[in-house]
């Protein structure tokens, strides 16, 4: 019975000091800092990052709007859409506008009505929006373009 007590001790002593390191060593999570972890995209060049925040401020005014038109200009054709294991490829802009509501379905909308520009995740294959509902990157003129979308992403 003493061993026993002994042993609930050093195990209530050591979880007190687990949870007391790991209140004064670990961050505090907010919810402006939480999520941001991967936030790379200044590593991909100042140039690059400016512009990548300037086409998602673009993209999530055409979005909140419903100016589809203007989000179909700012898609790089052919446009890769994935939707679970399906790959296809959407290769005109009037192809992009009669499908519009299936590809930018409300999860990718949400997903990009939420992104925050200081968040945002960029590494060699360009920028990501959410979970990676939308990539996009620099084209060979300079302007961002969408190249994929993946409005599976992000989904259990």
């Known amino acids: 019975m003493k061993d026993h007590r002994r042993l609930l001790r050093i195990v209530g002593l050591v979880g007190a000091l687990l949870f007391f390191a790991g209140h004064t060593i670990l961050p505090a999570q907010t919810p402006t800092t939480q999520g941001c972890q991967g936030s790379t995209v200044d590593l991909q060049g100042e140039e690059v990052a400016q512009k990548s925040r300037a086409f998602l401020a673009e993209l999530q005014a055409a979005v909140s709007q419903g100016d589809k038109t203007i989000v179909a200009g700012m898609v790089s ?80």
């Open 77 to 156: 054709y052919p446009l890769l859409v994935i939707h679970g294991s399906t790959r296809t490829r959407v290769r005109t802009q009037a192809q992009f506008l009669s499908h519009y509501d299936s590809i930018f379905d409300a999860h990718v909308r949400r997903a990009i009505a939420q992104q925050s520009a200081k968040c945002l995740f960029g590494n060699y294959q360009g920028t990501m929006i959410g979970d990676g509902e939308i990539w996009y990157r620099q084209q060979e003129n300079g302007t961002m373009k969408i190249v994929t979308v993946n409005p599976s992403a992000g989904r259990p």
